[in-house]
């Protein structure tokens, strides 16, 4: 009997979501859900690229869990341009991440939002950059400079990038991860061949991500119930 097909995974933005984010992923590996490629949108984009690049759910819920997010913040001499640089932050993900997103052993890409106020999805050149310019929250942080211009993140203008998604990668069934919302836009999206497995907000703050693996496992059992059924479908 053949076991159930690829499935795309969207994960959604929500602030500092990385418990969150991890718990979801631990879900998909605890049932076995083949996955064939994965986008993701701020703190969604950090977790997938990471889990994308190999590491397994639980590593990556380890090394977001490592250091309280203000440890990565640093005063931008040029405030109008965000409070704070991504300079820590993207030094981090280089020694992270692959160079690029043809290293990476799934089709990637992170939503972003443009220097017009539109949304993209990044889908190759330098990861490192890309997955740092899509956890730039406007005001918050200064833009990233990606060959399309200078980037922020995605979540301001779409949270979780679904349409843009099916129109690189055409239609196939799709898990998307929707962690309720603290901040950025929700947009409506088609919800055919789509399984929605939604989580609460995270409650992390900049100076204390809470209760990491409390919020971890209240994702990963709400992740499982979903996605149990997809596997006899």
């Known amino acids: ?22 718990g979801f992923l631990a879900a ?5 859900l083949p996955v064939g490629g994965l986008c993701g949108t701020s703190s969604g984009a950090l977790a997938g690229a ?29 405030p109008w341009r965000g409070a704070f640089t ?9 020694a992270l991440l692959p ?5 990476l052993q799934r089709p990637f890409a992170v939503g972003v939002r443009l220097e017009n106020g539109q949304h993209a999805l990044i889908s190759e050149g330098p990861l490192a950059a890309a997955v740092a310019a899509s956890c730039a929250m406007p005001g918050v942080f200064a833009p990233i400079d990606l060959p399309v211009g200078r980037c922020q993140d995605g979540g301001a203008v779409d949270r979780v990038g679904l349409s843009a998604w099916k129109a ?3 239609p ?14 929700d947009v409506d999206f088609d919800p055919a061949g789509v399984t929605l497995v939604r989580t609460p907000r995270s409650g992390a703050r900049f100076w204390n991500l809470g209760d990491f693996e409390g919020q971890l496992e209240e994702a990963r059992t ?12």
């Open 1 to 22: 009997m053949p076991g159930p097909p690829d499935h795309d995974l969207v994960l959604s933005s929500g602030f500092l979501a990385f418990a969150r984010q991890a």
């Open 99 to 103: 160079a690029e997103f043809a290293d």
């Open 222 to 233: 709400l992740a499982r119930a979903a996605l149990l059924p997809l596997l006899s479908a």
């Open 50 to 78: 990471l889990w994308a690049s190999g590491r397994s759910a639980a590593e990556v819920g380890a090394e977001l869990s490592q250091r309280a997010p203000w440890q990565l913040m640093r005063l931008n001499p040029a």
């Open 86 to 94: 991504m300079g820590v932050i993207l030094d981090l993900l280089d």
């Open 168 to 170: 690189l990668r055409g």
């Open 172 to 185: 196939r069934p799709t898990v998307v991860h929707w962690v309720d919302r603290t901040a950025g836009k």
């Open 28 to 32: 998909v590996e605890d049932v076995g």
